[in-house]
């Protein structure tokens, strides 16, 4: 709660209050990258291996579309890349995982965490946490850190065919991994925090119902994700898992210090009845689909369906299910916000 005190309008919109609105904003991760190439013409790879540039593009579409939240995760192939996994990168728009940094079994014995000061794109997003907290972090700001989380930074490590498969053959060298990816991202995220941003962000996909059951999301996902959010120096976070999570509600509202679970392919009724009175806000869900490919008219049809679904009760926040993709018309950005101040008010 301490971190929404400075923005009294969203804190206001999170409790409900009469005459409030429901807090509104899309994510805009790699997005972004796209967005800022597209307005400086600079080649998306210089910006995503430069700090001070990845903080620019955030902050220039934060300030283009009036959005009071800006995070420095833009990929999912951070920590992968920190441990070797090789990547193609692209001139408009975020890389593509071609390699993982493990290939068979042997590579895991040897396994070690890795130095976020010196390793991969690492020391650039922590640059980009200090420019953060730098330029965005007045009165009504909110500046994010992050990374993939355990399971996600796992299989960009091994491989997510390979991750999964050894889940069930051999659950120990998945155990070894995960905690070598866990150790890096809370000493990533502690650096980060020290940066000056004000909370952190994980972003999970591949521990989503999709990738793997609820089963497996409570043996290797749960532990690693409370270690995370117990020793980072963080007062609170963020956690996206885009795909299904229908049945991991209950699970995550378990995990210490969870502020925000956003969420992609989820029922919002049910899941706020899942919460009860935790104090757990629900972010989502529309479909980056729509927002991609629909016209202005289904933009504001869906997100009017997750404000029936969502808003009521408070603890949410209207958003995208997930990062929203590169040629998104600006139209429907400014529709998706433009429903939230209009037909999300508390009476």
């Not at 709660?1 to 209050?17: T, V, Y």
């Not at 591949?206 to 120096?233: D, G």
Request: aromatic share 6%.
């Amino acid at each position: 709660m301490e971190l929404l005190q400075k923005n009294a309008d969203i804190l206001d919109g999170l409790m409900a209050k009469p005459g409030s609105t429901v807090p509104t904003f899309p994510i805009i991760l790699g997005y972004s990258i796209n967005e800022y190439h597209k307005h400086t013409g600079i080649p998306a790879p210089q910006i995503m291996k430069d700090g001070k540039k990845i903080a620019e593009a955030q902050i220039y579409v934060a300030h283009r579309f009036n959005i009071p939240f800006v995070i420095t995760i833009i990929d999912l192939n951070v920590i992968g890349e920190a441990f070797g996994a090789t990547l193609t990168y692209l001139p408009d728009v975020i890389p593509v995982h071609e390699t993982p940094a493990i290939e068979d079994l042997e590579g895991i014995d040897k396994i070690e965490p890795k130095d976020p000061a010196k390793d991969g794109r690492m020391p650039q997003v922590i640059k980009a946490a200090k420019v953060f907290g730098q330029s965005f972090s007045s009165e009504g700001e909110l500046c994010f850190g992050g990374c993939e989380g355990p399971i996600t930074a796992a299989g960009s490590v091994w491989g997510v065919e390979n991750l999964m498969r050894n889940m069930i053959k051999n659950p120990d060298l998945v155990h070894k991994l995960l905690e070598a990816c866990t150790d890096t991202i809370i000493d990533f995220c502690n650096a980060q925090i020290e940066a000056g941003v004000q909370a952190i962000g994980l972003a999970e996909p591949t521990a989503s119902s999709t990738c793997i059951s609820p089963q497996f999301f409570k043996e290797f996902a749960f532990p690693y994700l409370k270690k995370i959010t117990r020793k980072v120096n963080s007062p609170a976070f963020l956690l996206h898992i885009c795909g299904e999570s229908q049945n991991l509600v209950k699970l995550v509202s378990k995990i210490p210090n969870i502020l925000i679970f956003s969420v992609d392919q989820i029922n919002l009724r049910v899941a706020k009845e899942v919460i009860g009175k935790k104090f757990l806000i629900l972010l989502g869900n529309v479909s980056t689909g729509i927002m991609r490919r629909g016209t202005p008219a289904e933009v504001e049809a869906a997100a009017k369906e997750c404000l029936k679904e969502g808003a009521p009760g408070g603890k949410f926040i209207l958003s995208t299910g997930c990062d929203i993709a590169p040629g998104t018309p600006p139209e429907n950005i400014d529709m998706l916000l433009r429903v939230g101040k209009r037909f999300g008010k508390y009476g």
